[in-house]
């Protein structure tokens, strides 16, 4: 069994007077779920308020957008797993496609940044997914099968099993155009096949896989109720906390 997993992207948004905000109207439109794990993903300016104003919660964890793989030093600009955990970070997502395309993150720094995670026990959540280029030429099982070796590379069966994969084909990334069931689930089921070859099938069974790419209220439950589909990663829709908290609501009594 493998618990639901949803997460809001907010990427570079939201003060921490917004976040707060946010926080408030998510808690009161949710009320106590147990059955789906919830990652609010703010930028890091508003780590430290949504860790506040989550005080109360036990159900909702949060997460960073990025960090460097280094423990300390000399790196200006950059936040290590160390002072994310310091903020009661328990998640990060490493390697969006935002970060491969528009700051030139390759799987090598990639699984960098992945292993310094799993030392720091933060729980990476590691974005793979093709172009439409490359699905238009036939080669998603080529460009997800290099992410996922690449990304991986040297983790063990505990901390593959810590660790979350969301699948998000760049070209339904902001676009409106969501994959449809058939497409993801046809993915997500190969990401798993490619899981249990770099591990074992037990392994790849808990490795949680969630699908992210213009997840909105209307679509989201049907996207979930995939076998493979273990939850969402969700940009746009996770800016209105009433829309996210849909979100959430649509992985609820799902097997
Ligand atoms: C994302 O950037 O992770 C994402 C899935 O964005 P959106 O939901 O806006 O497509």
């Known amino acids: 069994m493998r618990k639901k997993i949803v997460a809001a992207n907010w990427k570079m948004n939201m003060t921490q007077a917004e976040s707060a905000d946010f926080v408030a109207t998510l808690l009161l439109e949710l009320g106590e779920v147990s059955d789906v794990e919830v990652v609010l993903v703010p930028p890091f300016t508003a780590l430290a308020k949504v860790t506040e104003a989550l005080a109360k919660s036990q159900n909702v964890k949060v997460g960073a957008q990025n960090m460097h793989w280094e423990r300390s030093g000399a790196f200006t600009g950059e936040i290590s797993a160390e ?15 935002e970060r491969r395309q528009l700051f030139g993150e390759t799987d090598e720094i990639v699984n960098r940044k992945v292993r310094a995670a799993h030392e720091a026990a933060l729980r990476p959540i590691v974005c793979v997914g093709e172009t439409l280029q490359q699905r238009e030429r036939g080669s998603v099982e080529k460009i997800l099968s290099l992410q996922l070796r690449g990304s991986l590379t040297d983790l063990g069966p505990k901390e ?22 058939a497409q993801a689930q046809e993915a997500h089921a190969f990401i798993r096949h490619t899981l249990c070859e770099i591990s074992d099938e037990a392994t790849a069974d808990r490795i949680r896989i969630q699908y992210g790419g213009s997840v909105k209220p209307d679509n989201a439950r049907a996207l979930m109720t995939q076998p493979d589909i273990d939850g969402a990663l969700v940009g746009g829709a996770s800016l209105d906390a009433r829309s996210f908290a849909e979100i959430v609501k649509g992985a609820q009594d799902l097997p």
Do not use: F, K, N
């Open 83 to 97: 002072m994310l955990r310091d903020l009661y970070v328990r998640y990060v997502v490493l390697g969006h496609s």
């Open 160 to 181: 593959l099993a810590e660790t979350v994969i969301a699948y998000e084909p760049i070209w339904a990334i902001g676009t409106g155009q969501t994959a449809t069931t």
